[in-house]
């Protein structure tokens, strides 16, 4: 069975195709300036890697592109044999708690999930629309970066806000990365052979964010009512005390939005370095001695040490933290620093085992009262089990 995992952005559309009988990938690329003048895909498969200029007005013609390469470069003998089509929507609402067949109701919903979600679920949408245009027979489904975090309780997805704004305009922690933190989940539940663990998962790459699990469900998680919320990043904020933004509109002559964009573009990382968002930056700087990047690495651990040590005593104790993406998958420096900030809690790192880069590795040294864990994530490979799933009910 042959499923596509499908990542569309405003001006983007990123794919994989997956042989799910071995979950091998047999092909996988990026639509780039969809919309925008210099157009350009590139598809890689086997050792081969392909990238064209081609003029991409829409996402549809993104579409028409890849189906046609795929049969052209026979990695497909005809598009009959693409089963099913799994589409990554960041926002599913209060309504989405799993991933679903998308029908017409769906889609629609996507798209009026756009007022919590501006600059995604319209691109989601136009990606659905694309697909159904061109193989209006193959099934799609959608699996949205909110649903995992839907099982956590009022008092922990509440704002101490005018209870009103949450039923009237849906003002709540919806939280995000969840397709990742529930793949690093079943990875580490199937690893350990145990349903019933209390999990702490990090995924740090340029946005981040950690969250508690307890018997597969999440209790907690950092990002809040949208990604900005939780850890310090690449170039968000992470929390702040939200009374910055009138005192900046009027220091600055700005509006609320322009605050917001410095809050999500020019802060993090990149704010207090001055360098830049890339944590590999930081760390070149960190190893010269800059100041600034120095201070920027140790807010950003402190940032994660922090919601560990919470959700640590939020689950009564832990089996096992996980570390994953860009950051988390390969950077040994900082989880060092971040299982070294830990030691009241009594977990401790083996140095030499937290020497790895992108490989599934236990790096808890055997005296740690929790097992620590680098997990690589693959949140397309969880689109495509979800899509596989769905379409054989
Ligand atoms: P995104 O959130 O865009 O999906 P990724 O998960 O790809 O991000 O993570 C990007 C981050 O991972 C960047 O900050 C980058 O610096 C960091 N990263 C990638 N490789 C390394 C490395 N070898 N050492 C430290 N950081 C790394």
């Known amino acids: 069975m042959k499923i596509m995992s499908i990542n569309a952005g405003s001006s983007s559309l990123k794919f994989c195709l997956f042989e799910m009988d071995n979950k091998e990938v047999l092909v996988s690329g990026l639509f780039e300036r969809i919309g925008i003048e210099g157009s350009k895909y590139t598809i890689k498969y086997q050792d081969y890697k392909l990238t064209e200029e081609a003029e991409l007005k829409d996402h549809e013609d993104a ?9 052209e470069l026979k990695i497909i003998n005809s598009l009959e044999e693409i089963d099913g089509i799994g589409h990554r929507i960041v926002h599913g609402g209060m309504e989405y708690s799993k991933s679903v067949i998308i029908t017409n109701k769906v889609s629609e919903d996507i798209l009026k999930l756009s007022d919590l979600a501006p600059l995604h679920n319209p691109a989601h949408y136009l990606g659905i629309k694309a697909f159904q245009d061109v193989l209006p027979k193959t099934p ?6 909110t649903a995992f ?3 956590m309780e009022e008092e922990n997805y509440l704002y101490a806000v005018p209870y009103e704004w949450y039923t009237k305009y849906g003002v709540r922690k919806y939280g995000f990365h969840g397709t ?3 793949y690093i989940t079943k990875r580490i539940s199937e690893e350990l052979g145990r349903d019933d663990l209390k999990i702490i998962s990090c995924h740090l790459g340029n946005g981040g964010s950690v969250t508690a699990i307890k018997d597969g469900k999440c209790v907690n998680t950092s990002m809040g009512f949208t990604p900005l919320a939780g850890i310090v990043m690449g170039t968000r904020c992470g929390d702040v005390d939200s009374s910055i933004i009138p005192y900046i509109m009027e220091k600055e002559g700005k509006s609320a939005g322009e605050v917001l964009n410095d ?3 020019k802060s993090g990382l990149l704010g207090i370095s001055g360098v830049s968002s890339d944590s590999r930056d930081i760390e070149d700087g960190v190893s010269v001695g800059n100041e600034r990047c120095i201070l920027a690495e140790k807010m950003f651990v402190n940032s994660i040490v922090k919601y560990i040590a919470d ?5 009564g104790g832990v089996d096992v933290i996980c570390f994953t993406a860009g950051i988390g998958e390969r950077s040994p420096e900082t989880r060092r620093m971040v299982i070294e900030k830990l030691a009241a809690l009594g977990i401790k790192i083996d140095l030499e085992a937290n020497n790895v880069k992108g490989k599934f590795t236990k790096i808890s040294s055997d005296n740690s009262s929790c097992l620590v864990y680098v997990v690589p994530t693959d949140e397309e490979l969880m689109i495509a089990m979800d899509t596989m799933e769905l379409i054989n009910r």
Not at 140 to 145: L, Q, S, Y
């Open 180 to 182: 990742s933190h529930r």
């Open 140 to 145: 799609m489904v959608a699996v949205f970066d």
């Open 63 to 71: 579409v028409k592109i890849l189906l046609q390469k795929l049969v």
């Open 311 to 315: 959700y640590y005593v939020q689950l």
């Open 263 to 265: 809050f999500n573009k």
């Open 149 to 151: 975090h839907q099982t």
